[in-house]
């Protein structure tokens, strides 16, 4: 059973950073993507950015572009997400989520990734 969790979540003034971290187990193929979604209250999940198991990235969204980087420390099985110049708009629910057989990300689509984390709140004040 793949289990994910995530951790690094905070509250942080408008212009600050913040890396979460996202720590997997239970993966049982070599080839995986990990990706990082977000829920703010009342909105659809966003698909933010992905990583694969050969460290190809994919950013889902544009407004995280030049911010937001995400990376993978493959010895720790753990994909990070590194969020810089934050901003009250990044507030929300943070998931990281897989999906294994895959050495690309797939499109930015929930039902595309298999398991999730319990998720970690952001909390960005202007």
């Known amino acids: 059973e793949v289990q994910l969790v995530e951790s690094g979540g905070g509250l942080v003034q408008a212009g600050g950073s913040l890396r979460l971290s996202c720590a997997a187990s239970?993966?049982?193929?070599?080839?995986?993507?990990i990706g990082w979604f977000r829920q703010a209250p009342g909105k659809e999940r966003e698909g933010v950015s992905c990583?694969?198991?050969?460290?190809?990235?994919?950013d889902y969204a544009d407004s995280v572009k030049g911010r937001f980087t995400i990376s993978r420390d493959a010895a720790k099985n753990t994909v990070y997400l590194q969020m810089n110049s934050l901003k009250p708009e990044d507030t929300a629910v943070y998931f990281c989520?897989?999906?294994?057989?895959?050495?690309?990300?797939?499109?930015?689509?929930?039902?595309?990734?298999?398991?999730w984390g319990q998720g970690t709140q952001v909390t960005v004040s202007s």
């Open positions: 989520a897989e999906t294994q057989g895959v050495i690309h990300c797939p499109g930015p689509y929930p039902p595309l990734f298999s398991s």
């Open positions: 239970g993966l049982t193929w070599d080839d995986y993507a």
């Open positions: 990583i694969s198991s050969i460290d190809r990235v994919t």
